[in-house]
């Protein structure tokens, strides 16, 4: 099938080739940019014969509301526009009836897999009516992994997001779980060979997992991680769903204090640890430490 | 070569089993037990060639430390005691020094694997002297998997118990990760498929596991969970982990909230929200949930 | 001065009266209410004079929508309008921006106090520019409690709701706290006397407060509790704390838990416990707890 | 009444001039101390009459347990000892049981009041048998802050030092609640004057209490608390309450945040966010940022 695709990015670019691969013909778009198939979204449209799918791999908000806006334009009735951005779920509702108002499918589509899905396939999480989806399927067939799993029609309008944001949730708890764990190991002076226990745990245990051979991974290139800081950004999604579950009053514990634990890393200095220095200070005479411009 | 095992639960008779598969020969020992290969402790110490290993696979605390006491007197110097049950690490220095002082070496066996561990093959944590874990490395080499992970000498007397104790801690956050997005995609009226959601992500995702592949057939089971209570036991690995971190002053926040939620799970009515629900109505007049018995 | 009352419910009666005390007119207004002394919006605009100032006291989100919709209506250059309510701070802005449209001031206030805010006076914590701030300052005067504290400006508009949403953060944890070590002291054998010890914390220690002292009157009320369901509802300031926290990249552990456990509270049976509890048994043969259904 | 008082140090000092000020005897002792009243334990033991009560305030651990040994051969049947320092709850059944054998009372006790105490009065909780208690009851009396708080018999041996171990895990998260709401309240740009915000909610409000009476004379010595860094250190009292609260199986989320929060403020930087770090890189080609040495 052909398919039009805007964003040409890291992964946009990666997932044009997969898609190729796969016998596809895409017509990728970005703006300034040398591989891009068209110089235009309207070239890009023009080259594609209706019925139409164009993909986004666009950075969220306002970035991708302005392609939104000009698609809705620039498509007919019977098109399906795919936003595989990290999109909050809670814009896809809005893309769906604006471009809905004018007879344009939408489908939602969560997107994982980094720098190696080229090779290994894309896990795609995607969410909207089924005959919206079925126009996108030979597109998801090609990005999916290969074996049964890697793929899912999540459910209706934002279920795809939904579904990769929880995705992303679960991996900052699992990534916290394996560095929680990294730094008791490193602090026990009985523990002397730390690298060599996380190697062992890639077989045999009940904590086997990707993200397990990442970790060995890294220990191999750094074995106590002393060409790093402990210092972690955030992409949004862990924060979006903190607040969904705010929403629907689902505690997240393990979730929400690996994303605060990330809040902290980027702090200098706590602010909240001044005060409870300075509440010591006043009610105990306990030595504080000054700052050190003090 | 030769093993006394001391204990045939569930853990102990499998890995028997798989001893005996890898063609050394054990001699088991459990009081009233009709598979024992031996009718007391002496018994089995008088069926081995010395020097002796004996490995026991006997609950933690007092149990343990009666055969250890036991042993002290019947083994004889050049002899190896491993502790492969659940002991907390704190207990193995003061094992290690009860037998040195006999001339028994002592080396203290984590082990993973549960009811999988016979055909899988059993994840192993020792912590011990290098001349004494050479005398139990053929039934190191039967009992682990299968692959270069899955055993390793993490250091001294104490490490293969901490290295466990640090894995089923890991374990209580990657499940509590795993099970605080399940309720939060079951929340979201938008996500319509949560067990085919879970079964997409076992390929290509950050997150596949085996406590994911172990998620979808639990689900796959029972799809909303609906045979079973939100009660999760706990089984002291996951205390002793939190309580080693304080000891290192090693900040856990997942892993704590991880145990905590478990705590909470196992109170009908929780004492500290009916002192919230008390202050509540003390200052505000709010509307409080009496108690069924008021 | 005289003022305009919207919202005569259990706060808004009670600030109607202390007002009164303080020499004050009091137009009173809300809909279906005997006791209002005006039938409609248009007549309490209709009964004060110009440069009028009208308090709102409604619930938030559209009912307070509502009112600022009419009252934009309704009232002229020059006037002030007042959301005395518990507004999300995000919607001060909105309503600043649409009363300034016709030349309308607007200031926001937190108002604390509950029941006994009639004879103590209500804890102020107000929003807006200083010119319309200025307008409503009797009024202020009036409501706020005796002494230096309990009332302050504490910025632009928005500041007065924010300042208020974090003060009921606090308040959320330190009933946690609170809560908490009840708990504790309840469930350790050597405490035989848990009421007592809270009493004797009410002079010489670091935690005395208000609401210490408000566990005491429960505790009289209740030695043990009995009469209260472990259930603890939310009053939406504790989730758009943890709102605001995300938005500024702030964690705020002890705030947050505090909300996760009222979520907890309300559950009958706790989904991911239940996740949990089906991973054990997957991979342990852990013995689980079966739903009374089952 | 005569006491006799072992350790005279910033509270041992200020608790022996309190006492004097009720009209009692007091002969104290710490080694090394010009100040002290007598030249050993021997000539302080010498000069009391029978039945002698000796209060301890000597760091908990060791040291109070090398002058509980040397007690037990001083003192007499019918004396008492009083533990008055920090020691773990653990300890008290240890050393009432040791000096018990000799016919020696034992009483526990916890004290609150830090350098206010010498005015305010110390608040006291304490644990033993009656008889015990009876007999340092003056002493109890002249230290207590006036009123009918400030000290309580919480129960048998141990109840006191548990009491006041709960007492200050709730003071940290306590703490901690003003710190997140301070800092959150300082991150919001509407807010002008976080300061008089505070002030202001020290009439009127839920959280009114002496810890925000003293972050408010905190933020009039440095307003933005620039002269303090993010570091606080912990006394042990917060480990033991989480410790014991894992004893009995009571999740304290509140209170364990808190801790966990010092343990993060005095890392300079963090190991396990290291680990996230490196995971991130690993699985996406995620910028990080590397070590200054790197």
Known sequence: ????????????????????RAGHTVVGYAPHTPSADAHSLADMVDALDAPRVVWLMVPSGEAT???????????????????????????????AEQLGARGIGFVDCGVSGGVWGLENGYALMYGGD?????????????????GDAGAVHAGKVGAGHFAKMVHNGIEYAMMQAFAEGWELLEAAEEVTDV????????????????????AVRALDDDEHLEQLRGYAADSGEGRWTVEAAIDHAVPLPAITASLFARFSSRQDDSPQMKMVAALRKQFGGHAVENAKSA
């Open 1 to 20: 099938m052909q398919l039009g695709l805007v964003g040409l990015g890291k992964m946009g670019g990666n997932m044009r080739e997969r898609i190729r």
């Open 65 to 95: 509301q302005s392609v939104v806006d000009e698609l809705s334009d620039l498509l007919s009735e019977g098109d399906v526009v795919v936003d595989g951005g990290n999109s909050r779920w809670t814009d896809d509702a809005r893309h």
């Open 130 to 146: 089924a005959e919206h989806v079925a126009k996108v399927q030979p597109v998801f067939d090609a990005l999916k992994p290969e």
């Open 195 to 214: 690298r060599e226990v996380f190697r062992s745990w890639q077989e045999g245990t009940v904590i086997r997992s990707w993200l397990l051979d990442l």
